[in-house]
């Protein structure tokens, strides 16, 4: 078993970097796509109890925006990336260049570029983890789901097989002018991944 719990201020670092890196190749990526600076930073990485979610994010009725991922290779996981409603309002406005507010309720190209952001996040994490740990991931077409965290979190892991009871979760910002969004970038790692992704960073818990 695991000891999640000691995991050290080095090794929480190394996460937070990994997360730097991925986050920075998210931002030029989305940069390059909106023809538009889009700063993003991360300001905590580490790993927490899979039911932790909740108290991060809020109750089981809050409304969140999803997106979610499988992935294969070299340690199993699922990938969610999570917004409250009112960030996922903001993020489809500043990626819109709508004025801040006007998003009341998801259109399908709100949808869509949200589902994109989420897409563009995702791959830039993975190839962020697979330069650190030198593993092999691969991600799936990314599923969106707008609705209460308890339902999403539910269908998300519906007939999923089996999880550890940690997750590594990394939490992103966006940044523009006077605006400022938290996102969560959640990865749930099959029973073993976690240890097999700290394994190959020297980091053994």
């Known amino acids: 078993m ?3 719990d000691n995991i050290s201020a080095f090794q929480l670092d190394v996460l937070k970097e990994i997360g730097n890196v991925g986050a ?14 889009v700063d993003m930073a991360v300001p905590k990485a580490g790993v927490m109890n899979f039911d932790e979610i909740f108290k991060l994010i809020g109750d089981e009725e809050k409304i969140i925006s999803c997106t979610n991922f499988n992935v294969t290779g070299d340690a199993p996981s699922k990938i969610l990336f999570i917004l409250d409603e009112s960030g ?4 489809a406005d500043m990626l819109l260049g709508r004025p801040l507010g006007e998003t009341k309720e998801l259109d399908q190209i709100s949808i869509s570029t949200i589902k994109e952001v989420g897409n563009i996040l995702t791959g830039s994490f993975i190839t962020s983890f697979s330069e650190f740990t030198r593993l092999d991931f691969v991600g799936s077409v990314p599923a969106f789901a707008f609705d209460m965290l308890g339902a999403v979190l539910s269908a998300a892991f519906f007939e999923a097989g089996y999880f550890d009871d940690r997750v590594l979760i990394i939490e992103t910002t966006f940044f523009e002018e006077d605006v ?5 970038f959640f990865l749930v790692p099959s029973t073993g991944s976690l240890e097999v992704i700290f394994n190959s960073l020297g980091l053994n818990v």
Do not use: D
């Open 2 to 4: 695991s000891n999640w």
């Open 180 to 184: 400022a969004i938290n996102g969560h």
């Open 88 to 91: 996922t309002y903001q993020l």
């Open 24 to 37: 920075g190749g998210a931002a030029s990526a989305l940069a390059t796509l909106l023809n538009k600076k």
